[in-house]
């Protein structure tokens, strides 16, 4: 893992700083981490462990600058590798924020959440896509509260949801390429997939069959496993686009 330069937080210069603090084995053990960088890491928001830590090491008092030795890691974690450690301390440890930096946050990820319905979502009616705007304004219509210590995915899907009751709304739908070669009886596959799939264009030749088609998100695995299975891996799936809506010039309510 790649090293950074660690200053001790009592000095000026060092302003971005946050401590995660954790207890295990009588001991406390401490990592120097960026501001704002640990609520996005818990939330999966980010995957970079060098944009979360100052440095990687394991101290007992950042401030101080004191390291944990080795023997009393082994005695708080056993025999588990120090990046291990360290991941546990991000995920569990104690971080202390103010107020203002609580609610910058929140409001970080509020949007966060508002940009990935708005992406993956449409108006069912049209089948067109709905502003950030718009989804923001419905989500505080329904009054939605952001969890700090979830996946944001996980609270996207649940908003989506959420909003069901109070505007139409619908998740993109997905367009698919359906190879099927002629010895793996294409027939057959598409009568075992056609219920999930609307089909937009067919093509057969000598045998072999192409399809192009839409489906809904959720039944993607299901399509594929099935053309996978049943063609015993001679058939493809292939995702041609996530999102089929209507662009075309015209006012949205």
Request: proline share 4%; glycine share 4%.
């Amino acid at each position: 893992m790649a090293q950074r330069n660690f200053t001790p937080t009592n000095q000026v210069r060092l302003t971005n700083v946050a401590i995660v603090k954790y207890k295990k084995g009588g001991k406390r053990f401490e990592l120097a981490c960026f501001r704002n960088k640990v609520m996005a890491w818990r939330t999966k928001s980010e995957k970079d462990l060098d944009e979360v830590l100052q440095i990687h090491t394991i101290f007992t008092n950042v401030s101080k600058g004191q390291a944990a030795n080795s023997k009393d890691l082994a005695k708080a974690f056993g025999d588990k590798p120090e990046a291990d450690i360290v991941l546990e301390i991000l995920a569990k440890g104690q971080l202390q924020v103010s107020k203002e930096e609580r609610e910058r946050a929140n409001e970080q990820q509020f949007t966060e959440v508002a940009r990935m319905v708005t992406e993956r979502c449409v108006n069912p009616d049209t089948q067109r896509p709905y502003t950030m705007a718009q989804i923001e304004r419905a989500m505080k219509d329904i009054h939605v509260s952001i969890k700090p210590n979830q996946p944001l995915k996980k609270q996207a899907l649940e908003v989506m949801a959420q909003l069901k009751e109070s505007i139409p709304i619908d998740r993109a739908q997905m367009r698919l390429r359906i190879a099927l070669p002629q010895s793996c009886n294409p027939k057959a596959i598409k009568a075992a997939i056609q219920a999930k799939i609307t089909i937009e264009e067919e093509d057969w030749e000598d045998g072999d069959l192409e399809i192009i088609c839409t489906i809904q998100p959720g039944v993607f695995r299901d399509v594929d496993e099935a053309v996978r299975g049943q063609s015993k891996g001679k058939g493809q799936v292939e995702i041609m686009s996530v999102k089929t809506v209507d662009t075309s010039d015209q006012a949205i309510e």
